[in-house]
């Protein structure tokens, strides 16, 4: 059996290499009971060493709050632009997409500049804006109560038009991705309507630069088994990328 000492330094360098702890897993691998576990990384805890989260543990505070788009666009502007350039390369011609919101969805629209024609449903005002200026692209904008923070709408007029549509592919931006909760935003009411476009689409690419990794929004969109593929930047860690890859989804770093 581990000493303390021994299991404390065990979980910060798993902490270190994923970003996140699993309290079963960890029970299982240490050969001690989930109880022993949980007192370690209460200890950790007090000492700010880690955030304990449900079932296990994360190295930054997965709870992420809603900000204004104005301040969001200015976070990580690079790595959005980076993988927004990325994401547009996979759109064919003649497509059918979904564009939802979030500043990286904006950088994405600002990317698209399509030969032939390119059909875009979207719940981003300001996604909207930026293609209402190319010919070859036609913009169904949905309807609904507007979100001030994200600048776009939500509820259930907009979720009654995805209904009867079906796209090729759901570009989706996130406030958090977290392996045991899955994909989440600040909404309650957005998160039902990215379900609803997940539904429309036949795959789903979520964006999101690593700050994401490990945090967690107030609405819980969907399992890690109902997306097909991340985008993300250099900044992921490979390990994450591996358990990522594991449960079948594509990883592409930019």
Do not use: W
């Not at 969907?222 to 593929?229: A, K, N």
């Amino acid at each position: 059996m581990k000493s303390i000492t021994e299991r404390h330094q065990l979980i910060l360098k798993k902490l270190q290499d994923t970003g996140h702890v699993n309290v079963q897993e960890l029970s299982t691998q240490m050969k001690v009971s989930e109880v022993t576990i949980r007192k370690d990384l209460k200890l950790l805890e007090d000492k700010n060493l880690l955030f304990r989260t449900h079932g296990g543990g994360s190295k930054t505070n997965p709870y992420t709050s809603d900000k204004p788009v104005s301040e969001k666009e200015k976070l990580n502007a690079d790595e959005k632009n980076k993988i927004a350039k990325v994401a547009a390369t996979m759109i064919g011609n003649n497509d059918s997409i979904i564009i939802a919101s979030g500043t990286t969805m904006v950088a994405l629209a600002r990317s698209i500049n399509p030969q032939k024609h390119l059909t875009v449903i979207t719940s981003a005002l300001n996604v909207a804006l930026e293609l209402s200026s190319h010919q070859n692209v036609e913009v169904l904008q949905l309807g609904g109560q507007l979100r001030q923070n994200s600048s776009s709408v939500m509820g259930p007029y907009a979720e009654q038009i995805l209904k009867d549509v079906s796209c090729s592919i759901l570009f989706l931006g996130v406030d958090g991705i977290d392996l045991e909760m899955g994909l989440t935003t600040t909404s309650l009411m957005e998160a039902h309507l990215n379900q609803k476009m997940i539904d429309a689409a036949q795959i789903t690419i979520v964006l999101a630069d690593s700050s994401k990794f490990g945090k967690r929004g107030l609405g819980k969109i969907c399992t890690l088994d109902q997306i097909q593929h991340i985008i993300t930047d250099s900044g992921i860690a490979p390990a994450l990328v591996k358990l990522l890859e594991d449960k079948g989804i594509n990883v592409t770093i930019v």
